[in-house]
Structures are given as structure tokens and as C-alpha cells.
């Protein structure tokens, strides 16, 4: 990033550089056995345009003022780790739709805007436990993603041209994704043109009908009364994914003009015209095992201008949490800093409370968001990571009640799912169980929500707010 034609003054991050990360300790890091390849593929990279822009990046920083403020709900979800694979029409299609439903039916539940934010368009990295598995009694690299290595066992070797590759398949998401958008796909006049697709429940069907019809009167009567904003047919929709590969984030992060609808504070605008952004999505976060206080992700993360998230796992202590948030906050920012918890549902009514409690001590106002996810991993006897829809559910409904009692509020959820009728998580309506497994499950990595399942969720959060605070 040497060559760039405007370098920020020192004084503003202090001993903070684009490239200071790699003088930390970083963990789950991967290395290239060609570092000429690795050189090349970093310097494309460097010169490719930027995949999002500083206006949008500062319209959703706005928006998640909101959400922090209680003023707004969050709505992230999408695959665990998305494949090349995924980059065509119906995939995408089937995600955007799945992600208006919910927004659809959180709207109507707690009369709010929500943001939405879908984990699309560069979540391909995966943090493992273990570098290393056994597959058929061969010992190889573990797969780490599309951008990383190949899920066959004869791609497992990392290859940096995959980065690039990374960065083709994240602009073809998202030229979709904007062409969708802005051709109509998001109208709220047509709200039944998103049906419900795969869903046969009738329960469920009746229920969404009913949302929509009530929207379409309330359309058709401003429409009669000349009251028809434009605003109403489209939606914004933000990207995001793990920032795991810093390389990658790196090669894409350019000091760039602050733009003129920046709300940012005085002292900050004060200090230079222009901030570093990472370009590569709207929204990253620092997941929970690289969150170290000295380490490299937490030391990039603290630079740059986007918003973030901070994944918190049942071994973060508040003391830990409040540094953490004093370095990636220093002027605390409302809505600068998504905390998501991901407990396990049965860890939610003791863990949570504390961490509250030690950030409403201090300055920061941050978006809180349920991960109900990751804490609830399961492996059948057969072998096959599964969670259960009933374990999902009770972490976001302990994670409800427990905001609810001590003054705070939940301002969004985290999920990983999927528009398709897949059968890898276990429960919920449909009664599926581990014999279902088989049926279609098509992850590489973790087991996602089916559209049908994500929205009995997305029902749930709504009859909360909807009833007044109970589960």
C-alpha cells in the first residue's frame, strides 16, 4: 500500500498503519509454500477497484446508530462459508428473498426499520479448531474455505491465486445482487412475488399471508390518498463475512474521502478529511478465536472506518470485553461496535448479564446481536454436525428475556441459513431429526437454518416485541 497517493497523518491513529497488524502474533493464519504467487496474487488485489464504497459504508454506520439506539433491529444471516459454487442466479436469488421474509415479519412485529446485512459476496474463509483432520485415514490441511483451499482432498493445498479468484466471485455476488435490487425484486407493493417457496406448513403460510395482505392495504390506501414514496420499492442490503485472511483485508483497505453525509465526531473529521475503509464488504467482524487484546486482528480491526463486530464467546470476561471495546472505540461511537453473543442456550442466563452490565458502566454504545449458532454445535453418532432448531431458538428467547430484565436491548440477530430445503439442522415445525440429515445436506462446514426454520425464527423475535416483552 506504499505506492497510494495520499498517506493519512501520523497523529490520527497514532502508531496505527494499514500493515501494523504484522508486527502482532496471528493466529489462524495461512501460509503459502510459493510467496512469489502469494506476492502477485496480493498486489492484484492492491490495484482492483474497491468492491463497496465509503457512502455506503457510512449509510449503514448510520443505520447501526440506530439499531444501538434501539431506534432499529438487526437482520445478519447467510451461509457459513459460502463456495464458488454458490455465485449463480437461483442461490442468490433465494437468499435475498429469505432475508426480505424475515425483514418483512420483524417490521410488522416491532414496528421498526431493520437493517439488513447478509453474510454474501466474500464469506468464504472458515477459522478452524484444528489445522490438520484425518479423511479416510489420510492426514491433510483441513478446509478453510473456497478462498483458502479446495474441499476435495487433492485441493487441499492453500493457493493465493484463490484470493483473486475470491474477489471475482465477491463482485459478480454483488453486481447481482445490486442489479436485483434496483430492478424492482424488493418492491413492497409485490410482497407476494418473495413466496414462501419451499414452506408447505400451512400455519406458517397463513401467518406470512397475513402480514402481507395487511402491508398491500396499507400500500393501496397511501396510494389513494397520493401517498406512494419511492422509498418503498427497493431495500438496502449491506455485505459482510469474518475478517480471517488479513492479507486479503489488507490488499483492499485504501485511505479514501470521507464522504459529506459522515456523521462521525468532531474531533475525528477534525483530524483529516479522509479514513481508511475496508472496501471488501460494508460490515466485518473479528471472530471469537481471534480476538486477543495484542493480537493482529484485534491491531487491524482498531484502523479502520467501518463498522465492526466482535463475536463473544463464553470465555470473554467484561474486563476483557471493555479493553476490547476501548481499543476498537476509542471515541465511543454508537452502533461502531456489534457485540455478538454466542453462548449456547444454556449459557446465555448466566454469561450474558455481566457483560451487559459492565458496558452500560461505561461509554460505549454498542448494537447487541444473538448468535444462537455457534454455541449450539451437536455430532450425531454418525459423525454429522447438526444443531438443534429447539437449542436455536432457546438462545435467542433466554437472549430476549435477559436484555428485557436488565434494561438492555437485543438489536439483532446472527444467523446461518439458507433460502434452499436443506435438512441440516434438527427440530423446529417440521419435525425433522437426525434420520432427515441425509436427505439434502449440502454444507461443507457448519449446518444452516432452512428458509422454513428461519422464519418460525424470525417469527418468534417479532411476537416478542409484538407482545410486549415475553417469549
Given at each position: 500500500m506504499a505506492d497510494l497517493p495520499n498517506n493519512p497523518p501520523s497523529h490520527i491513529l497514532g502508531s496505527w498503519k494499514v500493515d501494523s497488524w504484522k508486527s502482532k502474533p496471528v493466529v489462524q493464519n495461512i501460509?503459502?509454500?510459493?510467496?512469489?504467487r502469494e506476492a502477485i496474487a496480493l498486489k492484484k488485489l492492491e490495484r482492483l477497484p474497491p468492491l463497496v464504497t465509503p457512502v455506503e459504508i457510512v449509510k449503514l454506520k448510520q443505520c447501526l446508530r440506530d439499531v444501538a439506539l434501539g431506534k432499529a433491529f438487526l437482520l445478519q444471516g447467510g451461509d457459513c462459508a459460502e463456495l464458488f459454487d454458490y455465485c449463480e442466479q437461483n442461490t442468490i436469488d433465494s437468499k435475498i428473498k429469505l432475508m426480505l421474509q424475515m425483514s418483512l415479519v420483524l417490521i410488522w412485529g416491532m414496528n421498526k426499520p431493520v437493517v439488513r446485512i447478509a453474510r454474501i459476496a466474500g464469506q468464504f474463509a472458515k477459522p478452524r479448531s484444528k489445522q490438520y483432520e484425518t479423511v479416510n485415514g489420510v492426514h491433510i490441511l483441513?478446509?478453510?474455505g473456497d478462498n483458502v483451499n479446495g474441499f476435495a482432498l487433492e485441493d487441499r493445498k492453500p493457493d493465493p491465486d484463490r484470493l483473486v479468484s475470491a474477489y471475482f466471485h465477491s463482485t459478480a455476488t454483488l453486481n447481482h445482487i445490486r442489479a436485483q435490487l434496483s430492478s424492482g425484486f424488493a418492491d413492497l407493493h409485490s410482497p407476494l412475488n418473495w413466496n414462501l417457496g419451499h414452506v408447505h406448513d400451512s400455519n406458517l403460510q397463513a401467518r406470512y399471508a397475513s402480514i402481507v395482505a395487511s402491508i398491500s392495504s396499507s400500500l393501496r390506501f397511501m396510494s389513494t390518498v397520493g401517498a406512494s414514496p419511492s422509498s418503498l420499492e427497493t431495500?438496502?442490503?449491506y455485505t459482510s463475512h469474518e475478517g480471517l485472511l488479513l492479507d486479503y483485508e489488507q490488499s483492499l483497505t485504501r485511505y479514501l474521502r470521507r464522504p459529506a453525509s459522515d456523521?462521525?465526531?468532531?474531533?475525528?473529521?477534525?483530524q483529516g478529511d479522509h479514513a481508511w475503509y475496508n472496501t471488501s464488504a460494508h460490515f466485518l467482524w473479528i471472530g471469537d478465536r481471534t480476538r486477543q487484546l495484542s493480537h493482529a486482528h484485534v491491531e487491524y480491526f482498531r484502523g479502520i472506518d467501518n463498522p465492526i463486530g466482535l463475536k463473544c464467546g463464553p470465555t470473554l470476561s467484561p474486563p476483557e470485553l471493555i479493553a476490547l471495546l476501548?481499543?476498537?472505540d476509542p471515541?465511543?461511537?454508537?452502533g461502531k461496535v456489534t457485540l455478538i453473543t454466542r453462548f449456547g442456550f444454556s449459557h446465555v442466563t448466566k454469561l450474558l448479564p455481566p457483560l451487559i452490565r459492565a458496558v452500560k458502566a461505561t461509554r460505549h454504545i454498542v448494537v447487541w446481536q444473538c448468535d444462537p449458532m455457534h454455541g449450539n454445535g451437536i455430532t450425531t453418532a454418525?459423525?454429522?454436525?447438526?444443531?438443534?432448531f429447539e437449542d436455536i431458538l432457546g438462545e435467542v428467547s433466554h437472549s430476549l428475556r435477559v436484555h428485557h430484565e436488565e434494561g438492555s436491548y437485543l438489536g439483532g440477530v446472527h444467523l446461518e441459513l439458507t433460502g434452499e430445503a436443506v435438512t441440516e439442522c434438527v427440530g423446529g415445525s417440521e419435525g425433522l431429526d437426525e434420520g432427515d440429515l441425509g436427505v439434502n445436506y449440502t454444507s461443507y462446514c457448519d449446518p444452516r437454518l432452512n428458509e422454513k426454520q428461519a422464519l418460525d425464527l424470525a417469527f418468534t423475535v417479532a411476537g416478542f416485541y409484538r407482545g410486549g416483552g415475553s417469549v
Open positions: 501460509e503459502y509454500e510459493d510467496k512469489n483441513s478446509f478453510r431495500v438496502d442490503l456523521e462521525a465526531p468532531p474531533h475525528l473529521r477534525s476501548d481499543i476498537l471515541h465511543f461511537e454508537p454418525g459423525g454429522i454436525k447438526t444443531r438443534r
